[in-house]
């Protein structure tokens, strides 16, 4: 069973970072609609290619995208399902988050790289 690592609420979802993958929350009437009823997206650590973060402009908002090696069919689709937007004050726990990713996805590397 993987253990919680960190659990960061954006603006339009909730993202938790677990030891082998990242889980993203959509609760809400809103993401109801727009992402489906308890939408919750689950992304491998190994399928991370990269973590883009947007910095959020003087009165909008930021962004943290989990770009897929591999992506699936919906996310050539306008609508983003692996992008969660967050407000100013919640920048520092966003860019926590990335960071600790960027661990994870390095220890993973080193321990495939071992069993070769």
């Known amino acids: 069973m993987a253990k919680r690592i960190m659990f960061v609420e954006g603006f339009d979802g909730q993202v938790e970072l677990m030891t082998d993958r990242v889980i993203i929350h959509r609760p809400g009437v809103w993401n109801m609609f727009k992402y489906g009823f308890n939408a919750k997206r689950e992304i491998p650590i190994m399928a991370i290619s990269e973590v883009v973060v947007r910095q959020p402009l003087l009165l909008g ?17 306008k609508l983003n399902y692996s992008l969660v937007k967050f407000k100013r004050p919640k920048q520092p726990e966003f860019e926590m988050l ?19």
């Open 98 to 116: 990335k960071e600790k990713i960027f661990i994870l996805m390095n220890e993973l590397a080193k321990q495939q790289a071992n069993h070769r």
């Open 61 to 77: 908002m930021g962004s943290i995208e989990f770009v897929r090696s591999g992506r699936s069919q919906s996310e050539h689709t």
